[in-house]
């Protein structure tokens, strides 16, 4: 049998392989310079004044909750349909999470739905401290719409971007926190570019990358203009707050920098790739995905939704023989509160109608910059067989 084709994957060249190995022969694995020199290029390349590296975007969304100070008692919202670390870095801080519903087109979360549930929460003085939205397979959601409402109603937001560094909104790089107080990055060998694990989190605010890098490394500062008072000796340092444990390694930095280079080149394959599969499946019993004028996708992901009515089988059959045929597909996402663990907190099903609407259609097909022109014939062939009526 042959290899199964992947849904993603990292692209490592040679030149990414060597920046390793130099900080392996340097004198600093971790705390070294390589970090700040990946910080910096992240934050030239999207226009932000600060930005914050983190051994994840899991940890880099949590230090991003608690820097705007979120606690027990406050309400957070986010999406349904994404990654379950976009809602679980509120339930960290002791926070309450809720859903707001998606789009029909972007399925991004919906500023109609957004501004419907700011209206009630308003009422019954329920209102988010943080609002999270999530840039589905890249595209980016519409920032504009949720900023006006964050500033009627008061709330923060963090933009999850794991999925969308090297796109744009308006024109400008995602990431440059126009439209936000934090934008968080992950480098899962699956996202755009790769660290092994990482993330990092973007902002314009001094006070936030401060506090940023404070939690990220035990809460402890050795910066004598932060202390409560004169140091007692050259050892020494202050725990200011409680925080974790949440650094980046050199080595995973080095990595990161060298795949910076090739950031752009990787998102135009992307492009390159969507626009053959726009193509082939045009005239096949699915939707392929929508990209909203204002945008352009990083392609994280390229999600085709199934036209049931027009299809021979279920939608877990289709997947099912997609899987069969070696097509690596896969599901992003479950809407996250039909989790068990998010229905032991009270959720249920029918709570966001739109998003298992979604779920009940979705397939992710494969995408990396590594896919081959004959890769995605097979993908296309198999689509064809799996939806014959
Ligand atoms: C991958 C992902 C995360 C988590 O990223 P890690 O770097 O693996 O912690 C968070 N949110 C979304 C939307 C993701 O896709």
């Known amino acids: 049998m042959t290899a199964m084709i992947p849904y993603g994957r990292q ?20 705390q070294g310079p390589a ?26 969304l949590h230090i991003a909750c608690l820097a705007l100070s979120v606690g027990p008692n406050d309400k957070v919202w986010t ?19 809720d859903f707001v519903d998606i789009d029909s087109r972007t399925y991004n979360m919906s500023v109609e739905r957004l501004a419907e549930k700011l209206v009630h929460a308003e009422k019954i003085g329920n209102l988010p401290k943080v609002v999270i939205p999530v840039h589905l397979c890249g595209q980016p959601c519409d920032m504009a719409g949720i900023h006006a409402l964050s500033q009627q109603y008061g709330f923060k937001i963090i933009e999850d971007a794991s999925h969308a560094i090297g796109g744009k909104y308006r024109g400008e790089p995602i990431g440059n926190c126009r439209y936000s107080d934090i934008t968080v990055f992950s480098f899962h060998p699956v996202k755009i570019i790769t660290t092994g694990e990482g993330g990092m989190a973007m902002t314009n605010d001094a006070q936030l990358a401060k506090h940023m890098q404070l939690l990220r490394s035990h809460g402890i500062t050795r910066d004598v203009s ?27 930095a080095a990595l990161g920098l060298s795949q910076m280079r090739r950031l752009d080149e990787f998102v135009t394959r992307r492009h390159a790739i969507a626009k053959l599969y726009d193509q082939l499946l045009a005239d096949m019993p699915v939707i392929t995905p929508w990209q909203h004028a204002d945008s352009y996708s990083g392609l994280h992901l390229y999600v085709i939704r199934l036209k049931l009515g027009d299809i021979g089988g279920t939608h877990r059959q289709v997947f099912e023989a997609l899987r069969a045929a070696g097509i690596g597909v896969n599901m992003h996402y479950i809407p996250v509160y039909r989790q068990p663990y998010y229905e032991g907190l009270g959720f249920k099903a029918g709570h966001c109608l739109e998003a298992e ?12 910059p590594g896919l081959t022109e004959a890769q995605q014939d097979k993908v296309i062939e198999a689509i064809r067989l799996a939806t014959e009526k």
Not at 35 to 57: L, M, R, T, W
Not at 80 to 96: D, E, H, K
Not at 236 to 242: C, I, P
Request: aromatic content about 12%.
């Open 357 to 368: 609407h979604y779920y009940a259609e979705a397939i992710s097909l494969p995408m990396y």
């Open 79 to 97: 999406t349904p349909i994404t990654f379950v670390a976009s809602a679980n870095c509120a339930l960290y801080c002791g926070a309450q999470i």
């Open 226 to 252: 932060e202390m409560t008072h004169a140091p007692e000796g050259p050892w020494y340092y202050q725990q200011l707050d409680l925080g974790y444990n949440y650094r980046m390694t050199d080595l995973q």
């Open 35 to 60: 970090v700040p020199a990946f910080e910096k290029s992240i934050a030239d390349y999207c226009g932000a004044q600060h930005a914050v590296a983190a051994n994840s975007a899991t940890s880099a």
């Open 11 to 30: 692209d490592i060249s040679d030149a990414d392989i060597q920046a390793v190995v130099d900080v392996l022969r340097s004198d600093y694995l971790t």
